[in-house]
């Protein structure tokens, strides 16, 4: 089994050398007249065979693979296209029909987040939405069952000038299921085994089936799959998607609405952030002589010979006579009453008293998270010589 494998991939490498070198060789020569049809295909073959050649005589000793030849067939045929404007920013794209005397009729512009169309472009796949349109087109856009876009972008330049590139649209099986349902809805009974030969005819005519059972085809139609699929996995597609016209319309446009009620004071920071931040003057003016701000040096100031005391000094009054009495007699008395939303009062009271013999004061703090008429709180009394210490409380 392992053998069998090797030699498919070695057959397909063979292939492969003799297409790069001489394709010719890989083709059959029929006696053919000039005046028979010729399919897109076998002219896009013809023509690769010609620039082969031709490369071949002016670069003998190097390979070069042609290039671009839907592009050199189009013109060399004047071959009718489907056109496909991609216009800058938020403009959108649309699509353009060639009908008599060469006049182009724009279709109507879309976003570039009605993506489906271009999805199907990008793909090379003939989209079924737009069979009937091509249909009751004046001009005959199908070649061989196959539609030729030339997409003009519009987004690389400030000017109306624009880049070409061209691309071919092959049917799907969907687009096929589409033509045979249109022509059997001819009013005309159709049997099951005349819709299996019309759909027969109808893939010959179109798609190419290779009979041949080497396993060295199937190797090579996969290599050649994978070399042109190649960037068009999921993950670079996602990654794509971020720089699309459609995310940078979006993102322009979210740049410019107010931001959710959850997200405005990060906008508010952010704003805050980026706006640049004012100098403060500073005075950089050398003081006066008496302070040195720059040195620090000592400041020597001469003392005043006389002073005022009576200007500066407060006089406390004495008692007029001493007292024995030891009663407290009150002083200040303060109460402090708040309601924090609990339906709870929360109740304080404040006694300071006084001894009339001497200094001394008694404060006494009463405090109640629940109070009621009759109720107890907290109490707690304090004694200093001092009455600052009681205004603390």
């Given at each position: ?39 897109l ?37 004047h ?35 009605e ?58 099986a969907?687009s ?42 199937f ?9 042109k ?9 996602r ?16 740049m ?40 620090k040096?000592?400041?020597?100031l ?9 200007k ?11 007292s ?9 008395e ?60």
């Amino acid at each position: 089994m392992q053998n069998t494998i090797n030699l498919a991939f070695g057959q397909a490498a063979d292939l492969l050398a003799l297409a790069e070198h001489n394709p010719e060789n890989l083709i059959e020569t029929k006696n053919e007249t000039s005046t028979k049809w010729k399919s897109l295909h076998q002219k896009l073959l013809e023509l690769y065979l010609e620039e082969t050649r031709k490369q071949k005589q002016s670069h003998p000793t190097n390979t070069f693979y042609p290039s671009r030849l839907l592009d050199k067939l189009v013109k060399k045929d004047h071959l009718n296209c489907l056109v496909l404007n991609l216009f800058p920013d938020c403009e959108g794209y649309s699509l353009m029909l060639k009908g008599k005397n060469e006049a182009d009729s724009e279709t109507i512009r879309l976003s570039y987040e009605e993506s489906e169309l271009l999805e199907y472009i990008d793909n090379e796949q003939l989209p079924p939405v737009l069979i009937d349109l091509l249909e009751k087109s004046q001009a005959n856009l199908f070649h061989s069952g196959c539609v030729i876009v030339e997409i003009r972008d519009y987004r690389r330049s400030n000017t109306n000038n624009y880049s070409t590139t061209y691309t071919l649209l092959q049917p799907t099986a969907q687009s096929l299921t589409c033509d045979i349902n249109a022509i059997t809805n001819d009013g005309h009974h159709w049997s099951q085994d005349d819709r299996s030969k019309l759909e027969s005819q109808m893939l010959l005519a179109t798609q190419g089936v290779c009979l041949d059972p080497s396993p060295a085809v199937f190797i090579i139609a996969n290599g050649i799959q994978n070399q042109k699929k190649k960037f068009s996995t999921k993950g670079i597609k996602r990654c794509i998607k971020k720089y699309s016209q459609c995310a940078i319309h979006r993102k322009r446009k979210l740049m410019n609405c107010s931001a959710p009620q959850s997200l405005r004071l990060h906008d508010f920071v952010t704003s805050r952030k980026e706006k640049p931040r004012r100098m403060v003057p500073v005075n950089l003016k050398v003081g006066k002589s008496t302070v040195d701000l720059w040195k620090k040096r000592p400041v020597y100031l001469s003392i005043p010979k006389n002073v005022d005391v009576d200007k500066f000094a407060k006089v406390i009054p004495k008692k007029s006579s001493e007292s024995l009495d030891n009663t407290l007699v009150i002083v200040e008395e303060h109460i402090m009453e708040s309601d924090r939303g609990t339906g709870k009062i929360y109740y304080t009271h404040l006694i300071i008293q006084q001894r009339q013999s001497d200094d001394f004061y008694v404060g006494q703090l009463h405090v109640d998270g629940d109070y009621k008429m009759g109720s107890q709180g907290c109490s707690c009394s304090l004694s200093t010589d001092f009455h600052w210490p009681l205004d603390r409380m």
